[in-house]
């Protein structure tokens, strides 16, 4: 167990270095000056001193061997540097937002899993019953729509028809917890969609596969009780895939609430994302899609580990 | 049933409607002659009109125009994109595959790494060094997909190039890549064109994504990410503005998602059949009262299991009553499909619910020494039974054991299921039971996991589990057949010896097609063809003096002296030609006719009825008197 935790976490670290790198080396096998290309893209014109200017903030003067130990260094200790348009420090900014997004992609997994798993293995108990073929034609219809249209839809209807819930914006916990929540389930509703569908598809496949194996006979031809075999031999070895999926759909997850935040106007990373893309500024750009790559691969290290206390199979490959 | 159709049915429907959603807006000339990027101020949100099919936006813009010319380039960014990462991912995955080593690594790592990105968010930190537009998104988009293809093409070819005919090619010495192209690539484009689809709907999700956030296609462009920005701010006047844009889009991924679930059961038709956990339920249609003679522990009566709907249901096994008794080994005997298998099952009351039991009367001694009628006792009731007066040990010792349970916790759960107990008195009876069948160490093992034995231990674990109620019925389900030769002896052995020492009373029924193991352990033979018993007696006069032609050519296909344990896994009869009748095409009269060396014209009349040879041995055939024995 141990020999596998180490393997498991070594290879985050070395999945993190190979992001990380491929991140820089982005501006590296750019075309022409970085510099330039940020300051002109979109039609814009920039002087000389503009661009040397730019150079010397983002380190680009220096030769690529030190570029790349500098960022690795600064990463390292979550220095991602200043803002190229207001100078503002980049890992305040995100440590201030990073919060918000994390709240909303924890309700937004709860939700989808504490529904999509029950139900997916509810209707694979009774494959072919109306329960079944209603909400996997439901649950077919959510993977299709994108998550900025069902924002904009729940905006419509919570909001502006039925006026029972805030069409977004954002309030502390802290100044009035009542508010936080309503703000919240909007947002975290529509993220959550996505992930729902594919739990319920994964979960109904997995309980309708595991159902058919010899062990569950074994489990039934004991005596054990209906309920037991259900959840002892068919749901708790169900489970292992259905993980393992979110794990990989997680990405997905984290891009949504980029539009999801900016739908509702949710003061997360992605707003951040959004004007600092519009912006050009790439630093912030850079340290923000560095932080969702590390929390990703972080997700997936638990995942990895939570489907090894799961499945002690998987331990020995 | 038009066999030469290239398209299965359920194939057309997705297929025309994708058609039609690709050709729609290239048709856009044809059906509209606006121009969506024409303002009119004035007539903004105009209501649908006989001009404007689906009204004017916030500029005055004809929308069916905008949706038509915005469907064109959501699907011209989608498919490019996706087609370049085909290809490109096809090659490099075929690379891989072909030359491996460090080709390999880099296929498939790549895709990992790859998958590690929110896609959204590399296509972000690239807008953010090019700027937005299509020629960007194209762009971005290929690269973020081509690692699965590549991945995809990778696992398939190597999966297809070990399949024979390829072997068979490179050894005829055709060109590899001749291979490649001929029978490589068609074979792995299933998975490729579910790859495609799934591609194609997650791109246009991503494009349409950017483009509401502004960071996609650029005005003036129409694009229908854009249109639902754009009418986001005056959902409150016009909401068409913003259900029209949403309804196109969230169709277009509807319907290429449809496509792709399709295809890919059209190229997977594995469907769920009946799954093992659902029984049906078992019913008794005799009056007799239930009755079992004194040293018996469980009765079959006139049996009956058929299949199919009610109108046109076969008979899987028909006539079928056995006795068996306290302290005896009854031997089931029959060739795949013969029935024996369902016989126990139904005796367990285990039978996938897809077949039925339609006739027939199935006692059970219980511990109580009371007479339980199976068709009688509700499905908690045979909760109580299984395991705790009847159990079972199946064929596959691999797979009946749940991978992910230590075998203790599988173990004390059968004790626990019938005898409530404090959990170390379970645990020290499970590890008796453990050490009584023979497993060295028990007490470590306890805390082991089915992986770490081999099949011959893991079967030794099934029969411990089984016995730990002391049951008075055990039913052996082919128990060897997948071990090996020596470690089917010891299975033998320990069965009896448990049956002798350790179980005082158990009766066994004994399902097996080796004739050889069935002489060794079993007292009375009952030998099953074609869902019938065809032969029953006391095992030494069954097999010394076979009555039935068809007993006679098992004994005549045994590999050797049926002292002699050996076994394949293979049970096809090597003295007779073909195979045993399906049961929905059985010959009229004897089932066997067909096989049989010994039919005549009155093998077709009617099926023989089982009728006595001696006080102890039936034979169903009319043939019987004359058979001489070996
Ligand atoms: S009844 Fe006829 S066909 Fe059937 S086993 Fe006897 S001899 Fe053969």
Partial sequence: MTAFLLRRSLAALVMLLVVGTIIFSLLIIVPGDPAELLLTTGGGTTTPEAVAALRETMGLDQPVLIQYLQFLGDTLRLNFGTSIIDGTEISQAIGLRLPRTL????????????????????????????????????????TSVPVFVVGTLFIYVFAQILKILPAGGYTALSDDPAAHFRALILPAVSVSLNLMAIVFRMTRASVLEMRSHDWVRTA?????????????????????????????????????????????????????????????????????????????????????????????????K | MNMSLPIPKRMVFPSILLILLIVTPFAAPLITGDDPTAMAIPQRFAAPSFEHWLGQDEFGRDRLARILYGGQVSLTVAFVATTIAAVVGTLFGLIGAYFRGPFEFFTTRLADVVVCFPPILLALLVVTLFGPGAVTLIAVLSVLYFPAFARIAFAEALRVSALDFVEASRALGTPSRRIVL??????????????????????????????????????????????????????????????????????????????????RDALDPKGAQGAKDAISQPVTTSQKAPDLPSDAVASVRDLRLVTGPASQSVDLI??????????????????????????????????PDVIRQENGQLLLRSKSDGVVDLGKTTAQGLEKLRGNDIAMIFQEPMT????????????????????????????????????????NEAARRFDGYPHELSGGMRQRVMIAMALSCQPKLLIADEPTTALDVTIQAEVIELLQRLQREYADGLGLLFISHNLGIVSEIADRVVVMYSGKIVEEGPTDVVLNAPKHPYTRALMGSM??????????????????????????????????????????????????????????????CIRADEVVTA
């Fill in chain 2, 559 to 620: 590999p050797a002296a049926h002292t002699d344990l050996h076994s394949s896994r293979n049970d096809r009869l090597a003295a007779i030609s073909g195979t045993p009748p399906l049961p929905m095409a059985r010959p009229s009269g004897c089932a066997f006719r067909d096989r049989c060396p010994m039919a005549i014209a009155a093998c077709a009349e009617h099926i023989p009825s089982l009728d006595n040879v001696s006080d102890v041995h039936s034979v169903r």
């Fill in chain 1, 220 to 316: 039934t031809a004991k005596g054990l009780r209906r309920k037991l075999v259900i959840r002892r031999h068919i749901l708790r070895n169900a489970m292992g895939p259905v993980i393992t999926v979110v794990g990989l759909q997680l990405g997905i997850l984290l891009g949504s609430t980029v539009l999801v935040e900016f739908v509702y106007n949710w003061p997360g990373l992605s707003g951040l994302l959004v004007t600092a893309v519009e912006q050009r500024d790439y630093p912030t750009v850079r340290a923000i899609i560095l932080t969702v790559a590390a929390i990703f691969i972080v997700i997936n290290l638990a995942i990895d580990i939570l489907y090894s206390v799961l499945d002690p199979r998987i331990r020995l």
């Fill in chain 2, 400 to 439: 009946s054991l749940n991978p992910v349970h230590k075998i203790g916790f599988q173990m004390v759960e059968a004790i626990l299921a019938h005898r409530p107990m404090p959990k170390d008195q379970a645990r020290n009876e499970a590890i008796e039971l453990l050490e009584l069948v023979g497993i």
């Fill in chain 2, 182 to 263: 001929r029978t490589v690539l068609p074979n792995i484009a299933g998975p490729l064109s579910i790859q495609y689809s799934l591609t194609a709907a997650a791109a246009i999700t991503i494009e349409s994504g950017l483009s509401f956030l502004g960071l996609g296609v650029v005005p003036p462009a129409p694009s229908w990410g854009q249109m639902i920005r754009g009418a986001r701010a005056f959902m409150n006047q016009e909401p068409l503005g913003i259900l029209i844009p949403c309804i196109a889009l969230t169709l277009t991924i509807y319907i290429i998602n449809f496509f792709c679930d399709r295809l």
């Fill in chain 1, 103 to 142: 709240e909303l992609i924890a309700a937004a997994a709860i939700l989808a899993l504490a529904i999509g798993i029950p139900s997916g293995t509810y209707a694979a108990l009774r494959a072919g019953s109306a329960f079944d073929v209603i909400t996997s034609g439901i649950m077919a219809l959510l």
């Fill in chain 2, 318 to 351: 028909a006539d079928v009553s056995l006795t068996l008794r306290a302290n005896e080994c009854t031997a089931l005997v029959g060739e795949s499909g013969s029935g024996k298998s369902l016989t126990s099952l139904a005796l367990m009351g285990l039978l």
